[in-house]
């Protein structure tokens, strides 16, 4: 895999992924990680998600069979009815990050 791929999988940081959760009112959290092994040698991941308060926010990480790690983070908070501002940060396997944060107002469809 390229370094532009990784960078482009490691920085893309679905909106609707975390603004979905932000209709709920309840307070939520969850924590997930995994293992793979492959000829490569073996690669594990984490993941923590949580909601409360009209914000959720993702982090994620990976790490490689030489100990290096790519993480990236984000939060999206609602800030008025059909409004949200966002922020998310990657960093890639030789320690480069990038950030990112604006709004996004959501207009229905008929």
Do not use: H
Request: hydrophobic share 25%; net charge positive; aromatic share 4%.
């Amino acid at each position: 895999m390229t370094s532009m791929r990784r960078a482009a999988l490691i920085t893309g940081l679905s909106f609707a992924t975390l603004a979905g959760p932000i209709l709920s009112t309840a307070a939520e959290a969850r924590d997930r990680s995994s293992t793979v092994t492959t000829q490569r040698g073996t690669y594990s991941g984490q993941t923590s998600k949580s909601c409360a308060g009209g914000t959720c926010s993702r982090e994620q990480s990976v790490t490689g069979p030489n100990g290096k790690a790519a993480e990236r983070s984000g939060s999206v908070t609602k800030t008025a009815p059909g409004s949200y501002s966002y922020s998310k940060e990657a960093t890639g396997l030789q320690g480069r990050s990038i950030e990112r944060s604006g709004t996004v107002t959501v207009t229905p469809g008929n």
